[in-house]
């Protein structure tokens, strides 16, 4: 494979290039760890600070805002390097967030958020580009090995988070610094070999771009933000929900990782079941069954909570790489501005609906608010139909 410093995108080879997949997914694991650990604090922080459901939920929002700018890395991200944005996201996510829970302040936290916020974009628009590149004709494939990554650090986040505040106190976590240090050394060599020139073509702009996926970004920014309510419930408010229900804060955490696990493999599953049979099919049997896993799980109590949370994070989850792949499926040579599109448009729709769920469970409840929830994405139907077959993905340049 022909390599260069020079840009971030990868020419699609028909191989799948398992060492390249598989050094960035680590990478996911890793710094997604770390942009995981507000849920599982927050209700200490809430417990410290004073804080009502709709500011803590507004913290989920502060940290996805600065998704807002993913467009503008996605158009830069096609025409430049980002290399060193991934490299040194690790570093700068971990540092600021082992360090939220001994801020002195709301105003403290949301400045920490903030800057997580941003090297937590500055690493996932990238780098999902390079593993589409890297998978060759089998995408979904790629992209459920690299969201494999991010959803398992669905599971070590919380245990991690948990783990070192409850040895070390609220400041244990800033112990853990170090490991996002040497992921990005770790990283830093891996991409000497894996980082190669960006595909331009003549017309290179947004507007291009946009008339390249605007067909596909409305359904799928539509199915995304129909999922958002559930997502929100069983990520930003699981742990909430379950210590009043009367878990510590151990047994909160250990839910949020269970539902983790479940959607690593759910995530994995779902995304090479879509090559063979269709993304649209996994889908919408997701949006259909989500329904009945939210009432499932608002029926049981003890211990059969977490048997439900393994089902649940195992089906609903595993939608998150098969959208990944229908953006990418039609980038048709603008493939990190189309996936900068979609990570702006999804993040930015999942903290107004996360703001939303906190209003919601301050007036009526938390059970309330996820079984309301539940019946959200259904909502996603309508844009499901809207899918057409992914147009021919074209990298020469030419229309």
Not at 1 to 8: A, L, Q, R, T
Not at 318 to 330: E, F, I, M, R, Y
Request: a positive charge; proline letters at 6%; glycine letters at 10%.
């Amino acid at each position: 494979m022909n390599v260069s410093k020079e840009g971030i995108a990868l020419p699609r080879q028909q191989a799948f290039q398992a060492d390249t997949v598989l050094a960035l997914t680590a990478g996911h694991l890793v710094h997604d760890t770390f942009a995981s650990f507000l849920a599982p604090l927050l209700p200490l922080i809430i417990e410290r600070l004073g804080l009502s459901m709709t500011l803590a939920g507004s913290l989920a929002a502060i940290q996805s805002l600065p998704s807002l700018i993913n467009p503008f890395l996605g158009l830069l991200a096609d025409r430049v390097s980002l290399r060193w944005f991934a490299i040194l996201a690790p570093t700068i996510t971990a540092s600021a967030m082992s360090l939220i829970g001994i801020a002195p302040s709301y105003g403290v936290i949301v400045l920490l958020l903030l800057l997580a916020g941003f090297s937590s974009a500055t690493w996932h628009v990238p780098t999902p580009v390079v593993i589409a590149r890297a998978s060759g004709r089998h995408v979904g494939r790629g992209m459920s090995v690299f969201m494999l990554g991010g959803e398992l650090s669905r599971f070590s986040g919380p245990l991690l988070a948990v783990s070192a505040v409850t040895w070390w106190g609220l400041g244990g976590p800033v112990r853990l610094i170090p490991l996002g240090v040497l992921v990005s050394v770790l990283i830093y060599w891996r991409l000497q070999d894996v980082v190669a020139r960006p595909i331009h073509r003549a017309d290179d702009s947004w507007l291009a771009a946009w008339r390249d996926v605007r067909w596909v970004m409305g359904p799928v920014a539509g199915i995304s933000l129909a999922r958002a309510a559930m997502a929100a419930c069983l990520g930003t408010f699981l742990p909430i929900f379950l210590s009043q229900q009367g878990a510590t804060l151990w047994q909160a955490g250990s839910g949020l990782s269970v539902i983790g696990l479940a959607a690593a493999l759910g995530a994995l599953v779902g995304g090479a079941l879509s090559d063979r049979i269709g993304r649209r099919k996994v889908v919408g049997f997701v949006l259909l069954a989500a329904p009945l896993l939210m009432l499932l799980f608002l029926s049981v109590k003890g211990w059969v909570i977490y048997p439900v949370l393994l089902l649940m994070g195992f089906i609903f989850m595993s939608t998150g790489p098969v959208l990944l792949a229908l953006v990418q499926d039609n980038g048709n040579g603008h493939p990190a501005t189309a996936n900068g599109l979609y990570m702006a448009l999804q993040f930015m729709g999942q903290s107004l609906v996360v703001i939303l769920v906190g209003v919601i469970a301050d007036r009526w409840g938390l059970p309330a608010a996820f079984r309301l929830s539940g019946f959200m994405p259904l909502l996603g139907l309508p844009f499901l139909l809207m899918l057409r077959r992914p147009r021919p993905v074209n990298l020469s340049g030419k229309e």
